[in-house]
């Protein structure tokens, strides 16, 4: 089912939705866009060419959370349940709902299922907002993505002008619209060729086929020394990434909670064992570990890349390390030395 929703109608759609549903939406706070509750006086921000500085994995996932209180003196244990509110999370752009998708095959699959995810996913719908416009940092049509992919979707709009096209993509968000005009094939054909336009105007920063069997390839080569020489360990990349979701447990003792916070492969301490032994002792190995867990493992634990182009971690990182050039002279790396010999 596709509508159209007239651009001026949108803060009184929002309003609409904020009767049972907590509404968050992409909003300015100073220099970045966040996703923050919706109000009467909020001003949303919708025309970035890239998505929020901040992943919206946080929203399903914190960066830090209490998961268990329990009493020392007695050994008693309490559960901390969730009881999330329902929640509407509109302009998501489609590289972060694919994310949110990704990390349900870790949170929400399996025998070791995450009680804190389900709960929020099951009470989140994801209106997502296509990218007409991507930036220069953005690559999700290289990484089996698109500005107007809709996986993990509950609907998608397409920027028209003064108007945006509404695709419905599940039974649950099917009530959101009701009132809507339903969209003309004039109207439809002008968002496919939008679509279309976004996606031809962006430039393939590699060749996805037989990328993991190259990467397998070269992991004992030096490449990754190169590749990681000015990289300063600093985490941004992966603390931002929206697929990243390595985390720690602590045990906060003076208030007797066990805590989990987001870690970092990036760290030298996140793989150091009790014994001292670590394998992932210098850069090295930790940039290794990042690339190939986005490019080379998430097939193997999910059949699906683990990246999805967001561009985060080539905007933010403070040495401009961009994934793109080291996934390229990495997947190279093995052609250069056998044409070498
Ligand atoms: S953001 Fe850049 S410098 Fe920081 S850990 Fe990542 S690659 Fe290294
Ligand atoms: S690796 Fe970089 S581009 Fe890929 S999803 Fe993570 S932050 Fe985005």
Redesign the pocket.
Known sequence: MKYILPKHELNSLLERWSVGHAVLAPQKVGAYTEFLPFGAQSELCLEEPHNTRF?PKALFFPQSEAILKYKRNTGQLENIEVEPEKRIIFGIRP?DAK?VALLDTVFAEGENQDPFWLARRAETLLIGLGCHEPCATC?CTS?DSGPFNTEGLDALLTDLGSEYMVELLSERAAGLFDGLAHASPAQQKSAQTAQTAAEHAMPKAFELEGLKEKLDRVFDEEIWTQLAQSCLGCGV?TF?????FCFDLVDETQRDTRVRNWDTCMYRVYSLEASAHNPRPTRKERTRQ?LMH?YSYWWDHAGKL?????????RYCPVGLD?RAMIRKAGAYESEVLHAN
């Open positions: 992943p590289c994310a690559f990484a990349c931002l990434c929206p697929t990243c990042r986005k683990g990246c999805t182009g967001c561009g985060r971690c080539v994934i």
